[in-house]
């Protein structure tokens, strides 16, 4: 079996599951929760050259994003992306959950390096390398109060991080400079609390 047809036994806990999968050069995205997407000015796209896995991937040319109807994230849970990268400057916006105001919080690279930031008060470096001019699964996982960030399964970093985060205003991804994306996944639930084999395959859709 390949792993996108064994069923996901978080499925219930899934917000928000993508895959860029469609025709080259097409702007219309699917989410596979049926959550409304909207997509930013800016060179974005789906590209069907060297995707990690399906059909396609979003590759970003310049600073734009995608938007989903915003949440908060109360308890455990869980962000993964798959992220290709042929330089290690600037800064690529992951996960923008909130906007400009209280709770706000981002995950990001900053050079090759993870991070996050809360509005307000900043945020410690995760660490790790996320390595150039190859797919890398990135992932953040709250369980309980530790934050843990990973680059290819591995643990690269720890934090504490407590209380609710984001707020129910935006959530937006990929901002920030040239990459190609895939394989977007948020789950609100624990799926790993440390070091786990990357996925072979597309996560399933249900």
């Not at 069923?7 to 989410?31: I, Q, R």
Request: charge should be negative.
């Amino acid at each position: 079996l390949s792993l996108s047809s064994i069923p996901d036994p978080y499925w219930s806990d899934v917000y928000a599951l993508m895959h860029f999968n469609g025709a080259e050069g097409s702007t219309t995205f699917v989410e596979q929760k049926g959550l409304s997407v909207s997509v930013g000015a800016g060179a974005l796209s789906i590209t069907r050259t060297g995707p990690l896995f399906g059909t396609g991937c979003l590759n970003i040319l310049s600073s734009s994003a995608i938007s989903l109807p915003g949440t908060t994230l109360t308890g455990d849970f869980c962000l993964e992306v798959s992220v290709y990268m042929t330089s290690g400057t600037g800064q690529r916006y992951l996960f923008y959950i909130g906007d400009e105001s209280s709770g706000r919080i981002t995950f990001f690279i900053d050079g090759t390096s993870l991070k996050y930031d809360i509005y307000g008060s900043g945020g410690p470096s995760l660490g790790g390398t996320v390595a150039l001019n190859t797919w890398q699964r990135i992932c953040f996982e709250r369980t309980g109060s530790t934050l843990r960030a990973y680059i290819e399964g591995s643990v690269v970093g720890s934090a504490t991080l407590a209380g609710v985060l984001g707020n129910s205003n935006v959530l937006r991804f990929f901002t920030g400079d040239v990459a190609k994306y895939d394989e977007l996944r948020i789950t609100k639930h624990a799926r790993y609390s440390g070091a786990y084999t990357v996925a072979a395959e597309q996560f399933p859709n249900s």
